[in-house]
């Protein structure tokens, strides 16, 4: 049975990622700080392994390797999704707010993918950084949001570069607007109407669709794909910063 890690899993793309490697066979690693949602989540679920763990801590993310080494051996699949979403103008972004995001969204997701190399090189595994659009696109409000996912997306390319000697593919998935319950709780009609206005597909993602990409790439069926940048959005990326009126 191959073995998945997915930070970020007790909700949203994290949890239904978790779901669709189990749909495929997999056994899971669920790795989230919020302890109380993460177990009460993996209880309702077979061949998941629970982890209390933030990843933005190195001590932490040693100690989650070690319990996985001890219990799993080797791991087939990195999928870093872990991430926070702290929007807020340049001008408001004091140096703690820039770190609080840095830490997770980057610094998470180079320690967790340091550590995991040796497991990863037992089973020729793979890795799955979860960026965002707003790591390819500028937008306003985003502007550490942002910079954290563009840094990751070129880490994804180092890690393609440097790990492809050992077998260990990296690619990086870079979600459009996603309808989450955190989206749809602070995005008003307007914001939802421009949004749909933008993306060719007319409408948000879903969690299982984005699920689905980063599977795809974990799976024997991507084999030869690595360091690469997908953007699973509608072809909002696509269409640049033009405007919706000029479509009609």
């Not at 669709?20 to 077979?46: C, I, P, Y």
């Not at 040693?62 to 991430?83: P, S, Y």
């Not at 960026?131 to 994804?156: C, D």
Request: hydrophobic residues 45%; negative net charge; contains cysteine.
């Amino acid at each position: 049975m191959k073995t998945a890690l997915v930070t970020g899993s007790a909700r949203g793309i994290g949890l239904a990622t978790t779901k669709l490697f189990l749909e495929e066979g997999w056994q899971v690693v669920m790795v989230d700080r919020d302890g109380e949602e993460l177990l009460a989540t993996a209880e309702s679920l077979d061949n998941v392994h629970p982890i209390v763990a933030d990843v933005s801590d190195p001590e932490a993310v040693a100690d989650l390797f070690k319990e996985v080494e001890e219990r799993f051996g080797g791991l087939d699949a990195l999928v870093n999704n872990a991430g926070v979403a702290d929007f807020g103008p340049i001008e408001e972004t004091d140096f703690a707010r820039w770190r609080r995001v840095m830490e997770t969204n980057l610094d998470g997701v180079f320690l967790m993918s340091q550590e995991a190399i040796p497991a990863l090189k037992k089973n020729k595994g793979s890795i799955v950084n979860i960026a965002s659009i707003s790591g390819l696109r500028a937008s306003t409000l985003r502007v550490a949001y942002g910079t954290s996912k563009a840094a990751v997306i070129h880490l994804t390319k180092q890690q393609a570069a440097e790990l492809g000697e050992y077998g260990i593919r990296a690619n990086c998935v870079c979600p459009g607007p996603v309808r989450t319950k955190l989206a749809m709780a602070v995005h008003t009609q307007d914001i939802i109407d421009a949004y749909h206005d933008a993306i060719p597909l007319n409408r948000y993602g879903s969690e299982a669709e984005i699920g689905s990409v980063i599977v795809f790439l974990c799976s024997d069926k991507a084999t030869y794909v690595t360091g690469q940048i997908v953007a699973a959005d509608g072809g909002f990326e696509s269409t640049g910063v033009g405007l919706p009126a000029l479509r009609k």
